[in-house]
């Protein structure tokens, strides 16, 4: 026969064939080279594929745990903006309801409630700046600012605070 056949490592089969003669010993040295490369490039393509499927799966990965590492931290802060805020609030409107009727009570008193306002609100701002930090790194990306809604407003004797609809719920 005037042909030669090597195997090669993925099982297929690299063949060659001459018309005239048969194959020489040179003939099958320049084939077993072929041969060679043909598997170093099979086996390079397969850890190619290997590795960017690996990439992929990381990928993939490191998507859902900042996606849960969000969603833990939108629950947080929904819970803090549900309860505590809410909270503080109605205590800071309270000691202001109470301060409203001033007249009638005695200055030191009315010293004690201010004090107390000042600190309610203060703490209701500082759990306000902590929940913005808090707020989920995909909102702060300009791209998805469309699923928030937030925006400033006035909540009685000047304290600011902002309004966040839709965006921890």
């Known amino acids: 026969p005037n042909a030669l056949r090597l195997p090669l490592r993925d099982g297929s089969w690299l063949a060659a064939e001459r018309a005239s003669s048969p194959p ?44 849960a590492h969000e969603d833990e931290r939108r629950h947080i802060v929904g819970e803090l903006h549900d309860s505590l805020a809410g909270e503080l609030i109605r205590v800071l409107y309270g000691i202001r309801g109470i301060g409203a009727r001033s007249a009638r009570l005695p200055r030191e008193m ?55 609809s839709g965006l921890w719920r």
Not at 36 to 58: F, G, K, M, P, W
Not at 124 to 145: G, I, K
């Open 24 to 67: 020489t010993a040179h003939d099958e040295r320049v084939l077993r080279s072929v041969a060679n490369s043909l598997d170093a490039a099979l086996a390079n393509a397969a850890l190619y594929a290997e590795v960017r499927d690996a990439a992929q799966q990381r990928r993939q990965l490191l998507r859902k745990v900042v996606e």
């Open 110 to 164: 009315v010293r004690e409630l201010e004090a107390l306002e000042r600190l309610v609100a203060e703490a209701e701002q500082h759990l306000r700046a902590f929940m913005s930090r808090m707020r989920p790194a995909a909102v702060c990306d300009s791209r998805n600012l469309k699923h928030a809604s937030i925006r400033p407003r006035k909540v009685s004797r000047g304290i600011s605070s902002s309004c966040c």
